[in-house]
């Protein structure tokens, strides 16, 4: 659905990693990276931890993710 989404607003990834092994999932669109995890993957790797630093976005809606994406071309 991501992906979906991501293609219809324009976004194109750079790479998509982790279909095969359904675990973990990491969509890099540049800017953006993208985890989805399976419960039991993200608690033992714990990215959180890693990047405790990065600004981080509650996406709500697609209107959310649309608005971000826009702000982030103005850069």
Known sequence: HIKEKMDEAGYSPIGIEGYTADEWILMDYDDIVIHVFHKPA??????????????????????????????????
Do not use: C, G
């Open 42 to 75: 993200r608690e033992f790797y714990d990215l959180e931890r890693l990047w405790t630093e990065a600004p981080r976005i509650t996406i709500v809606d697609e209107q959310t993710l649309s608005d971000y994406l826009n702000s982030r071309e103005l850069e």
